[in-house]
């Protein structure tokens, strides 16, 4: 059984089709790219297995459940399992970097202690690299620390599964290294990363599986050998 299957998925917006009978799966502990240009359906189709977008028909399996009929204690434990890095970053506006961390904390782990979270907060920004206040907002930090703190609220509940939307858009080459570094050690623990990115030497970084989409459907796959899904 896939950890992960879109089956037959459609996604139409205002008489426009977004995403074309798409059909794939993800194993457990593989690594995906969705590959394309701009407007091709890659992020929809990202966001759609990760269950964000709902398709307008077709099916979202997640080890053989179909998510859209989950209820709200499974949906709950399905999204604690899984961890998503927007392209914008998508962070909350009106809280600062502190509680932009604690809410996911709070949703999926609230028998927590104040001290735990502390601790849990403080160890994900030493991984990805954030030495800044926790109090200030969003809109006080660079596009790179933006995205440092979307990678970390990504992985703060210790998910099984990380979806990244242009995770290296917009950072320099020390940032798009520790990404990748993150990236690798996440891999190598058993995990499942699927991802959307143009940046051809970073998906070089990783041995993965390779979807191209053009125009709302899948035109092309490229299927690595899966002894090993990350590169040294």
Excluded at 98 to 104: S, V
Excluded at 115 to 130: A, L, R, S
Aim: some cysteine; overall charge negative.
């Amino acid at each position: 059984m896939a950890l992960l299957e879109l089956r037959n998925i459609f996604f139409e917006v205002e008489n426009k089709t977004i995403l074309n009978d798409i059909s794939l799966t993800v194993e457990k502990g593989e690594v995906v790219a969705f590959l394309g240009t701009p407007g091709s359906g890659k992020s929809t189709a990202l966001k759609t297995i990760a269950g964000i977008t709902i398709p307008t028909r077709g099916k979202i399996l997640f080890e053989g459940k179909d998510i859209m009929s989950m209820n709200h204690k499974e949906n709950v434990k399905f999204r604690g399992r899984c961890g998503f890095m927007f392209q914008n970053s998508a962070l909350w506006a009106n809280q600062d970097i502190f509680h932009n961390f604690l809410l996911p904390l709070q949703i999926h782990f609230p028998d927590l202690e104040a001290e735990d979270y502390k601790k849990i907060i403080t160890e994900i920004c030493k991984i990805v690299g954030y030495d800044r206040s926790l109090n200030i907002r969003p809109a006080d930090l660079s596009i790179g620390e933006q995205k440092r703190i979307g990678l970390g609220r990504a992985l703060i509940c210790n998910p099984e599964i990380l979806f990244l939307d242009e995770p290296t858009e917009s950072l320099d080459e020390d940032t798009r290294k520790l990404v990748a570094k993150i990236l690798k050690k996440f891999i190598k623990e058993g995990n499942t990363v699927v991802f959307v990115s143009h940046d051809v030497d970073f998906i070089n970084t990783f041995v993965c599986n390779k979807y191209y989409f053009d125009k709302g459907s899948i035109v092309d796959r490229v299927y690595c050998a899966d002894e090993d899904w990350s590169v040294d």
